[in-house]
């Protein structure tokens, strides 16, 4: 009348355990499917809100060794603000979506691009004070400011908690 079927033996399932996990990388992200905090998107907005502030240093820099009035030791150092204002605008806009994803080894390096982009900006400083440069002056203070918020955004508590790779509970969920 019925026909019975018998469930499968212990031995013929294929254990959970043996499939690999998404996030074991260092650079997967680390929570699959969750909604960033407030506080680490308002991080990757201002990462990326950055980058212009970073380009109009640079361009200052170029615009003045373009007028060729410049001396060689200073024309040396603007080369660098130039250099360092481009590679610090460029990290901090690149890596705002790895810190979004909880990537613990790129918010590792979005850090070291703040603080990269912080060094640039004082460097900007000193070579405006050193030529007397009333815009790159402007451009290295925007800057300064800007790499300013960006390190105090990425060096957060809920940041630092929601991209570490070591925490494995969930951050509180804010707003």
């Known amino acids: 009348m019925y026909e019975t079927v018998s469930s499968p033996s212990v031995a013929e399932r294929r254990p959970e355990a043996a499939a690999p996990t998404p996030g ?10 969750e909604r960033a905090p407030s506080d680490v998107l308002q991080a990757c907005v201002l990462m990326v809100a950055t980058a212009p502030f970073f380009a109009f240093l640079a361009y200052t820099a170029w615009d003045i060794m373009g007028a060729g009035d410049v001396p060689a030791p200073v024309a040396t150092g603007l080369w ?36 990269l982009g ?3 900006a004082l460097s900007g400083l000193h070579r405006a004070a050193q030529i007397a440069s ?3 002056m402007v451009a290295g ?24 790779a070591g925490s494995a509970g969930r951050v509180g969920q804010e707003g």
Do not use: D, E, K
Not at 24 to 33: D, F, I, M, S, Y
Not at 85 to 111: D, E, K, N, T
């Open 134 to 136: 009333t815009p790159l």
């Open 80 to 115: 660098a603000v130039l250099v360092g204002s481009a590679a610090a605008g460029a990290a901090m806009a690149g890596l705002a979506v790895p810190v979004l994803r909880a990537v613990p080894l790129l918010w590792r390096v979005s850090q070291a691009g703040a603080l």
């Open 24 to 33: 074991t990388g260092l650079l997967a992200g680390r929570r699959p499917g």
């Open 118 to 120: 912080m060094a640039v």
């Open 141 to 164: 203070a925007l800057a300064a400011l800007a790499a300013i918020l960006v390190n105090v955004a990425l060096w957060t508590t809920v940041v630092r908690r929601w991209c570490s």
